[in-house]
C-alpha cells in the first residue's frame, strides 16, 4: 500500500503573537514598521555590495531573512519557508556528478505548480509548452520537453513531503479534532473495458460505484478533519490500487484511532467493530442505515422514518467530503490519469497535482 499520511495529530491553534506598539506624541506607531524600515536600508547596503553578483535564490532567501529580521514575522512558521524547500531535497537527492545542475529541481517543481495552479494547465506537455512561451525570462535554463519531463518523474517523493508541510503547516483552526469524515475516489489511468498496462506494481482493476464502472488505476482515501459548512481538512491521504476495499483501509489504517467520531457511508460500518471501537477506543462509525436481511414488512414499515431521518442526518455531514473530490478534479483533474506512461509519472500525477491543488492554503 502506497502511503501519504500527515500523521494523526491534535495540533492546537498557534499561539497568538502580539502587535507591539510605541507610542509617539497623540498616536501609536508598530514596532515592526520602524525595524522593518531599518532593515530595509541593510538590503539595499547588501544589494550595493553585490552590484556586480550574479542573482541566485540564495541571495533572495537571505535578503528576505534581513527584511524580516526582529519582526513579529520572523517567528511565524512561513518564516522559515526557505528551510522546508531545503528539506525537500533529501526526497529526490541525487547520487551522481551532476548533482547541482543549473536548472534546479527547485524550478521544475515551481514551474509545475505555477502553471497548473495559476495558468490551469493540466498536461507536463502543455507546462513545458507555457514555460518555454512565456517563462524564459525567469528560468533560462529551461531546455527540453523530454528532459523537463525525465527530470520532473523524479520528484514524487519531493511532491509527498510538501503536501504533508502544506497539509500540517495551513492547518485551520477550525477543524473540528474530534470529528472525521471518510471517503474515496479513483484515479483512473484507463476504463475496464481496456487491459491496464502502465503502473502495474501499483494499479488493477476496480469498480467505482458512484460512476457505475470498472476501472484500472488507483483509488485515494481520504480521511478529513470536519469544518462547519467548508470543506474538510484532510488529516491523511492513502492511494491504494483500485480493487483495495474502503472499509479494508479503514480498519488498517483509522480504527484505532481513539476519541473520534467517523461519517462515512454505508461500506464503512461494520456492527462488530464499530461495538469494539465504542468500548475499546472511545469512537464511533456513522453511517446511513444498511437494509437488514430477513426484517419483516411490518418493522421495516415501522421504523422508516426514523432511519430515513438519521441517514439524511448523517448524509449532510459527510456530503463536504464528497465536496471536496469535486474541488481536486476542478483545481487538478486529478482523476483522469489516462496520459500517465510509468509508474513515477503516475506517482508525480497523484502527488503534484495534490500539491498543486493544497498550495492554495499557503496562498
Known amino acids: 500500500m502506497n502511503t501519504l499520511r500527515n500523521g494523526i495529530f491534535r495540533k492546537e ?16 506607531v508598530n514596532v515592526d514598521d520602524i525595524i522593518e524600515a531599518t532593515n530595509h536600508f541593510r538590503c539595499v547596503d547588501l544589494i550595493i555590495e553585490k552590484a556586480k553578483s550574479k542573482l541566485t535564490e540564495s541571495f533572495i532567501k537571505e535578503l528576505h531573512y534581513i527584511l524580516k529580521s526582529s519582526t513579529s514575522d520572523s517567528r511565524r512558521d512561513w518564516f522559515n519557508v526557505g528551510d522546508k524547500f531545503e528539506e525537500l531535497q533529501f526526497y529526490c537527492e541525487r547520487f551522481s556528478n551532476n548533482n547541482e545542475p543549473e536548472f534546479t529541481d527547485q524550478e521544475i517543481m515551481t514551474i509545475y505548480l505555477y502553471t497548473m495552479h495559476h495558468e490551469g494547465h493540466r498536461t507536463t506537455k502543455h507546462i513545458h509548452r507555457f514555460a518555454s512561451e512565456y517563462l524564459m525570462s525567469w528560468f533560462p535554463k529551461l531546455g527540453s520537453y523530454q528532459a523537463f519531463n525525465n527530470r520532473l518523474n523524479r520528484l514524487g517523493g519531493a511532491f509527498t513531503r510538501l503536501i504533508e508541510i502544506l497539509l500540517a503547516d495551513f492547518q485551520p483552526d477550525d477543524c473540528l479534532f474530534d470529528q472525521s469524515l471518510l471517503d474515496s475516489m ?85 456492527n462488530e467493530l464499530n461495538q469494539y471501537m465504542l468500548k475499546h477506543l472511545n469512537s464511533e462509525t456513522l453511517a446511513p442505515v444498511k437494509a437488514v436481511k430477513g426484517m419483516t414488512d411490518v418493522i421495516k414499515q415501522r421504523i422508516k422514518a ?16 464528497e465536496a471536496i473530490f469535486n474541488w481536486l478534479i476542478e483545481k487538478a483533474d486529478i482523476q483522469k490519469a489516462s496520459k500517465v506512461r510509468s509508474t513515477k509519472g503516475l506517482m508525480v500525477h497523484a502527488f503534484g497535482r495534490l500539491a498543486a491543488a493544497f498550495i492554495t492554503l499557503a496562498i
Open 186 to 270: 479513483p484515479i483512473i489511468t484507463c476504463s475496464g473495458k481496456r487491459s491496464g498496462k502502465v503502473a502495474r506494481e501499483i494499479t488493477d482493476k476496480g469498480y467505482c460505484s458512484t460512476k457505475g464502472m470498472y476501472y484500472y488505476g488507483l483509488k485515494l482515501h481520504l480521511l478529513g478533519f470536519r469544518r462547519i459548512g467548508k470543506l474538510p481538512h484532510p488529516e491523511q491521504i492513502l492511494f491504494t490500487p483500485a480493487s483495495v476495499n474502503d472499509l479494508t483501509v479503514f480498519k488498517e489504517a483509522w480504527s484505532a484511532i481513539e476519541d473520534r467520531t467517523f461519517f462515512g457511508d454505508k461500506i464503512y460500518f461494520v
Open 13 to 28: 491553534p498557534p499561539g497568538t503573537i502580539a502587535l507591539r506598539v510605541i507610542g509617539i506624541a497623540d498616536e501609536s
Open 306 to 321: 426514523a432511519d430515513d431521518f438519521f441517514s439524511t442526518a448523517v448524509s449532510k455531514v459527510r456530503q463536504p467530503v
